[in-house]
């Protein structure tokens, strides 16, 4: 494909996920239920979910290709009870019992952080007894620990996601989505236009530094304009501080993607947005750049 016939696909492409954001944003914004509902988040956990089943299909096709495969019951129901465990309790109240107050509803709406640990061991258990019962010992270490981590990655990625909307609100959650998809655009178009020495070339050719430096003063430019524009309580020094590191952070999470496609030698996860590959492809700057930018709200908001 002619570059400047790639760059209007990827323009036209990105506008498009970009409006698509915008709607989840506005209806996060604008909640279409009543407030005494305590529905907030709601559409986005929807939306969590729906990514992360496609992202868990692309990584299974990953691991294929890899050697290693992927245990498909317990990788869907891990991922999705990980990614959306911060929302739990609005959905479980604390009085909706069904025997008595030892319940299981009585226990995933009261859920401790010691409790959400026992969580991850049970699917730990159930990602073994899997394998088990479906391949005995058939590649075990290596779809065992495909699993894990698939559920790692998708799952706990998506539950920070999640927790910076929950807990921080909706201003947090668009300066985190701005200042990572800004990255990822200003390092694009910089790198396209005069991006000429590379950043790892055995790891992902067609990054530059460059591109990396553009990716970077557009974050740290986002992220500036979404503090001054909201009246958010960071200083706008800290502002571009924020920006830069999350935006580096974003970085490294794409980097580590491609470390996942290059081990299993393929270009793409998948082709479900043309110029931009597949769901991971999307997605993968977001779910590592989140646990610092959850972080960082912590300290500055």
């Not at 990625?157 to 927790?163: P, Q, T």
């Amino acid at each position: 494909m002619p570059v400047a016939k790639a760059i209007l696909t990827r323009v036209v492409f990105g506008a498009i996920m970009i409006a698509a954001i915008g709607g989840v944003l506005a209806l996060e914004y604008r909640s279409p239920w009543p407030v005494e509902w305590g529905m907030d988040g709601f559409i986005l956990t929807v939306v969590i979910v729906v990514l992360g089943l496609l992202g868990l299909r692309e990584f299974k096709r990953m691991a294929l290709a890899a050697g290693a495969g992927l245990l498909g019951v317990t990788a869907t129901v891990g991922t999705i009870a990980v990614a959306t465990q911060p929302i739990w309790h609005k959905f479980v109240p604390v009085d909706f019992v069904l025997w008595s107050e030892a319940s299981p509803l009585a226990f995933i709406s009261e859920m401790k952080v010691e409790d959400a640990w026992c969580m991850i061991g049970l699917i730990l258990a159930g990602v073994f007894l899997e394998q088990m019962i479906r391949h005995r010992l058939d590649a075990a270490l290596a779809r065992v620990g495909a699993t894990v981590l698939a559920v790692a990655y998708l799952g706990a990625g998506g539950a920070i996601i999640l927790a910076i909307r929950l807990d921080k609100g909706v201003d947090a959650f668009v300066l985190f989505i701005a200042v990572v998809k800004f990255t990822d655009m200003g390092a694009y178009f910089a790198g396209s236009a005069i991006g000429r020495h590379k950043l790892i070339p055995w790891l992902s050719p067609g990054k530059s530094w460059e591109g990396l430096v553009g990716g970077l003063a557009a974050a740290a430019g986002a992220s500036v304009l979404i503090v001054w524009l909201l009246d958010m309580p960071m200083s706008l020094l800290w502002a571009a501080g924020f920006g830069a590191i999350i935006g580096l952070g974003g970085q490294f999470a794409d980097l580590c993607e491609s470390l996942l496609k290059r081990s299993a030698r393929i270009k793409d996860s998948g082709s479900l947005v043309p110029q931009f590959g597949g769901v991971l492809d999307v997605i993968d700057s977001l779910l590592l750049a989140a646990p610092a930018a959850y972080v960082l709200m912590n300290v500055l908001l």
